[in-house]
T-cell receptor, first 113, second 113 residues
Framework: GENVEQHPSTLSVQEGDSAVIKCTYS??????FPWYKQELGKRPQLIID?????GEKKDQRIAVTLNKTAKHFSLHITETQPEDSAVYFC????????????FGTGTRLTIIP | NAGVTQTPKFQVLKTGQSMTLQCAQD?????MYWYRQDPGMGLRLIYY???????DKGEVPNGYNVSRLNKREFSLRLESAAPSQTSVYFC????????????FGDGTRLSIL
């Protein structure tokens, strides 16, 4: 089955700086890669996703990049703000009968004012 | 719109007791999911229902059963609770079955003593 590794487990960034979270996956057939944000005590929220036919996707201050050859994808947050503090989860999904998400173990991002 | 509603929000059980976690969505979504979230382990899929009338096992189904009562409701049952089932349980839904949950409920924090 799919295995998703996420790094780092914790990340502290000065407000206004950029943050990068990286994930690797094992199944070369995986073709969908979402990212979720979970604030303390709250539900996970889908913030951005990318499919394997696209190398990069942006939505305002967040972007996701995908390198299919190396089997890794990353979340980039620019101009970080205190409300970006949360746990971020990456995930990967295969196809052809294996359309279930496998999640990474999460990155706790803290924005230092 | 309430989105995805889970009940109860908190529950404490004794080992061996049974209980059912309720989930309902009002978005007319076809697919529904049950996840558990443990510290340091991300989200793991217990069971899912790709469409009304169907249910399938996820990554960690042992000790659980599910019922897709109708299009709106998807319940999770613990027949004989064990301390290892202490966790936060999230229900989620998506418009179609592509494996990715789009909307999560607020979660049920379950402790088994």
């Amino acid at each position: 089955g799919e295995n998703v590794e996420q790094h780092p487990s914790t990340l502290s960034v000065q407000e206004g700086d950029s943050a990068v979270i990286k994930c690797t996956y094992s199944d070369s057939a995986s073709n969908y890669f979402p990212w979720y944000k979970q604030e303390l005590g709250k539900r996970p929220q889908l913030i951005i996703d990318i499919r394997s036919n696209v190398g990069e996707k942006k939505d305002q201050r967040i972007a996701v990049t995908l390198n299919k050859t190396a089997k890794h994808f990353s979340l980039h947050i620019t101009e970080t703000q205190p409300e970006d503090s949360a746990v971020y989860f990456c995930a990967a999904m295969g196809n052809f009968g294996n359309e279930k998400l496998t999640f990474g173990t999460g990155t706790r991002l803290t924005i230092i004012p | 719109n309430a989105g995805v509603t889970q009940t109860p929000k908190f529950q404490v059980l004794k080992t061996g007791q049974s209980m059912t976690l309720q989930c309902a969505q009002d978005m007319n979504h076809n697919s529904m999911y049950w996840y558990r979230q443990d510290p340091g382990m991300g989200l793991r899929l217990i069971y899912y229902s790709a469409s009304e009338g169907t249910t399938d096992k996820g990554e960690v189904p042992n000790g659980y059963n599910v019922s897709r009562l109708n299009k709106r409701e998807f319940s999770l049952r613990l027949e004989s609770a064990a301390p290892s089932q202490t966790s936060v349980y999230f229900c989620a839904s998506s418009e179609t079955f592509q494996g990715q949950p789009q909307h999560f409920g607020d979660g049920t924090r379950l402790s088994i003593l």
